[in-house]
């Protein structure tokens, strides 16, 4: 059974950071691309980074570059997200993602999902 269990989520103020972890089991994780996506209310979910199977490269959504930080730990099957300098715009429920290609985001084709984690930034 496949399971990607997100955490690190809270509310912080606007210039906080907050580090999002995901660990994945029931995949061979060192072959995955990895992903994490965001959904706010009453909008659609949104592609935020993906890291490919060595945490040797990384691919950002303009919104989030500069700020956010993807990484891999592939000997503890764990992706994670540092979000540094928040804003209130990045308030959402944040989701890890797999996709069984070594190496792929545009598009991102996402084999399993997480539940989610909230997110949620103060002004």
């Known amino acids: 059974q496949v399971q990607l269990v997100e955490s690190g989520g809270g509310l912080v103020q606007a210039g906080d950071s907050l580090r999002l972890s995901c660990a994945a089991s029931?995949?061979?994780?060192?072959?995955?691309?990895m992903g994490w996506f965001r959904q706010a209310p009453g909008k659609e979910r949104e592609f935020v980074a993906a890291?490919?199977?060595?945490?040797?490269?990384?691919y950002y959504a303009d919104s989030v570059k500069g700020r956010f930080t993807i990484s891999r730990d592939n000997a503890k099957h764990t992706v994670y997200l540092q979000m540094n300098g928040l804003t209130p715009g990045d308030t959402a429920v944040y989701s890890c993602?797999?996709?069984?290609?070594?190496?792929?985001?545009?598009?991102?084709?996402?084999?399993?999902w997480g539940q989610g984690t909230q997110v949620t930034v103060s002004s």
């Open positions: 993602a797999a996709d069984n290609r070594l190496w792929a985001y545009n598009p991102f084709r996402a084999n399993y």
């Open positions: 029931g995949i061979t994780f060192s072959t995955y691309t």
């Open positions: 890291i490919n199977w060595s945490g040797g490269t990384q």
